[in-house]
């Protein structure tokens, strides 16, 4: 079936350490892939996507390459914020499909000062 | 406001009470989808309608959820006789299109306790 799986946190990182969250997918024909992010007493809001195999999607320092051969969207960032602290949540929507998109579990940040 | 709007933020009910959750979303979008989201997991999918058609409700857990768009704008999620296992954050989200090229927009959800 379709799936996405993401590593588990949480992930504590000091400021301006590099961020890696990895993300896989199991998906039907091309999906779309996306980052969604969930900062506290928020809802959850679209970080980046990318619609394609190796389209770069980026946005606030984050970035993420749709891998085909690897089936990856792992999400980088070279130097966290305090303010980057959230949920991160990877996510895709398979050929195919209407308005289904289904999202890994999530993975919870804490950054320190 | 402009966001999406879920109400009430909070529900307790008792086993076997039935509950009504509302969502007005964005004016002017599209699409609405209803996500379950159960402690500690991410967002599962329920249902998705294209203005007022109902395209997808394979996620429904049973049939006891149901859900409504009669006029294409606000949505209503009912659930009858609530058990424990529907205790969850229930989001709701509103697009200009499926999600794929533009992007949801997510109210802060209904958390709703079955006591």
């Known amino acids: 079936g379709n799936s996405v799986t993401q590593m588990e946190g949480p992930v504590t990182l000091s400021e301006e350490a590099f961020l890696t969250i990895n993300c896989t997918y199991t998906a039907t024909g091309y999906p779309s892939l996306f980052w969604y992010v969930q900062y506290p007493g928020e809802g959850l809001q679209l970080l980046l996507k990318a619609t394609k195999a190796d389209d770069k999607g980026s946005n606030k320092g984050f970035e993420a390459t749709y891998r085909k051969e690897t089936t990856s969207f792992h999400l980088e960032k070279g130097s966290v914020q305090v303010s980057d602290s959230a949920v991160y949540f990877c996510?895709?929507?398979?050929?195919?499909?209407?308005?289904?998109?289904?999202f890994g579990k999530g993975t919870k940040l804490s950054v320190k000062p | 406001g402009a966001g999406v709007s879920q109400s009430p933020r909070y529900k307790v009910a008792k086993r076997g009470q039935d509950v009504a959750l509302r969502c007005d979303p964005i004016s002017g979008h599209v699409s609405l989808f209803w996500y379950q989201q159960a402690l500690g997991q991410g967002p599962e999918f329920l249902t998705y309608?294209?203005?007022?058609?109902?395209?997808?409700k394979s996620g429904l857990p049973s049939d006891r959820f149901f859900a409504e768009r009669p006029e294409g704008s606000v949505s209503t999620l009912k659930i009858q006789r609530t058990q424990q296992e529907d205790s969850a954050v229930y989001l709701c989200?509103?697009?200009?299109?499926?999600?794929?090229?533009?992007?949801?927009?997510f109210g802060n959800g209904t958390r709703l306790t079955v006591t």
């Open positions: 996510a895709l929507i398979y050929g195919g499909s209407q308005g289904n998109l289904i």
């Open positions: 309608f294209q203005n007022e058609a109902q395209l997808d």
């Open positions: 989200a509103s697009s200009l299109d499926d999600g794929r090229n533009s992007p949801l927009h």
